[in-house]
């Protein structure tokens, strides 16, 4: 579904990612593992067009979204629940969610009626402004407001981060019924329990390049796992 | 009490004008940060536009304002193209527009000064002079009802304020973010032209018009606040209101009242920055 090619893109003059290259297939779910720093959300940013310079190949369904803008990409079934959820506060729950659905083709209510029978906290807190939301609710609303386009792939930077335990096995229940429909997961995750334990395949990416992919059943074994990233960092600069 | 409802309803009128332009100002400022002075240069060539088509090809006032405003729709949407998307496309920050929009300015005053003669030219009236403020101060208020109800109500209006809160996230939704740029440009050049089309009866089309008109419009968007809509409204009364009490009642030379606005521009820019309504947090 997702095929990613020698992906250069950066910022600056360097550039943070050089050349990833990563695959992602129909129903899958796959996390994205690595340090601080390392390009995890240059890449979701390259992804989903926020960032201007990118060269390499991004093949969604046989389209190369390198050269598309970030609109155009939504419109492709590509959606990105942001690092840091990035709900507009001063918006309803519902405002919130009808701007997810600026690209939808298809039939507002049932995407309404989706999310709102994934999160129900949702649905009762709809006429409320955004900013009032707990954190894990900004998160429910941040991956509600990402569904509203209708999305074949589905993009979540760090969707557990500085979440409480609870709210936690919550969102994940929701993203496990997501995975049941079918719908495919890219994932940024820090913490490797949850990467693990939640993915069926996990690429590492250490400063910029994609340093080791592995099934997560193997990966979960290896003797090294608590010094993952230092092991491969170090076998990475020699 | 004649002679103060008199000054009211004349400030009002004002103060609708200021508002207008203040509005201009405010639906490129929201989504894109840009302070666009060339306000004032569009609100004068709307007022040639209306000298052009009311005065010389006598035109029913509402064919000829209807074709005014479409002609600065299309103002607006060229000006983005040509002086503000290429820099934006370029990764240039908000300054480097901005310093675009004065060359704009400057090129649009030079091309009205050698375009017509220099005297001031008549506008007519759209209705009866005596009836004329109560004229702008109806239109005006439908403007900005018109564009609460845009920015509240529907999603193109909810796309254009997501972006002003945050464009990356804005863009993540799929609101496709040139084509709001190249929205609210051709919208604030309308808004701006509608203002220089009701003043212009007043005050005569002159190619000097632009710039005191882009200070009061300012003047007013800083009085209320960036925030909301009825800001620039709110802040044009004031500044209207304030100009003229002080030129009636004030014991100061009338020149001296045209420096009203600059005044307060300065004690809000120390005092208050953020204008008096704050946006929604």
């Not at chain 1, 495919?184 to 913490?191: G, R």
């Not at chain 2, 990764?91 to 480097?96: M, S, T």
């Not at chain 2, 649009?108 to 004229?135: G, N």
Request: proline share 5%; hydrophobic share 50%; charged share 15%.
């Amino acid at each position: 579904m997702l095929h990613i090619r020698d992906l250069t893109a950066g910022y600056g003059a360097a550039p943070v990612l050089q050349g990833v290259n990563l695959h992602v297939d129909r129903g899958e779910t796959v996390a994205l593992l690595g340090p601080n720093g390392a390009g995890k959300s240059t890449l979701m940013a390259a992804l989903t067009g926020t960032i201007r310079n990118r060269s390499g190949e991004v093949s969604f369904e046989n389209h190369n979204l390198v050269f598309e803008a970030s609109h155009a990409i939504v419109s492709r079934g590509v959606a990105l629940v942001p690092e840091g959820r990035l709900v507009f506060p001063p918006f309803s729950v519902e405002d919130n969610l009808r701007l997810g659905a600026v690209r939808l083709k298809g039939r507002l209510q049932e995407r309404y009626d989706f999310v709102y029978g994934l999160f129900p906290r949702l649905a009762e807190r709809r006429r409320q402004a955004a900013g009032t939301l707990s954190g894990g609710e900004q998160q429910m609303l941040a991956i509600g407001r990402a569904l509203m386009s209708n999305p074949r792939l589905l993009l979540l930077d760090e969707p557990f981060l500085g979440l409480a335990p609870k709210v936690v096995a919550e969102i994940r229940a929701a993203l496990e019924k997501l995975r049941q429909t079918g719908l495919t997961l890219l994932m940024v995750e820090q913490k490797l329990d949850i990467a693990l334990g939640f993915a069926s395949r996990a690429y590492v990416l250490i400063k910029g390049r994609v340093a080791l992919e592995e099934g997560t059943a193997s990966l979960a074994r290896r003797p090294d796992l608590r010094d993952l990233y230092f092991s491969l960092a170090t076998a990475h600069n020699a | 009490m004649q002679d103060f409802l008199e000054l009211a309803v004349s400030a009002t009128a004002s103060g609708c004008v200021y508002g207008l332009i203040a509005l201009a100002y405010l639906l490129m400022i929201r989504p894109t940060g840009i302070i666009n002075f060339a306000v004032g240069e569009w609100a004068m060539v709307a007022a040639f536009g209306g000298y052009v088509l009311l005065t010389q090809h006598e035109l029913p006032y509402p064919l000829g304002m209807g074709i005014v405003l479409a002609f600065m729709l299309l103002v607006g949407w060229v000006t983005e193209r040509i002086a503000v998307r290429p820099l934006v496309e370029k990764g240039a920050g908000v300054l480097a527009p901005i310093l675009a929009l004065l060359g704009v300015l400057v090129i649009t005053r030079e091309i009205i000064s050698v375009s017509f003669p220099p005297d001031p030219l008549p506008v007519p009236f759209a209705v009866d002079i005596q009836y004329y403020k109560y004229f702008v101060i109806g239109i005006t208020l439908a403007v900005f009802v018109a564009a609460w109800l845009f920015f509240e109500k529907t999603v193109w209006g909810r796309s254009f304020e997501a972006v002003a809160l945050n464009r990356r996230a804005a863009a993540l939704m799929g609101i496709n973010l040139s084509r709001v740029t190249a929205f609210s440009f051709a919208g604030g050049a309308a808004v701006a032209g509608l203002g220089g089309l009701l003043v212009a009866p007043n005050i005569s089309a002159h190619y000097l018009m632009g710039v005191p008109l882009a200070i009061q419009g300012f003047t007013a968007l800083v009085i209320g606040g960036v925030g909301r809509v009825e800001g620039a409204l709110l802040g044009g009364l004031l500044l209207a209101f304030a100009e003229q009490f002080t030129i009636r009642y004030a014991p100061i030379p009338g020149g001296f009242a045209q420096g009203v606005p600059l005044l307060f521009l300065m004690i809000f820019l120390i005092m208050r920055p953020t204008g008096l309504l704050k946006a929604r947090a």
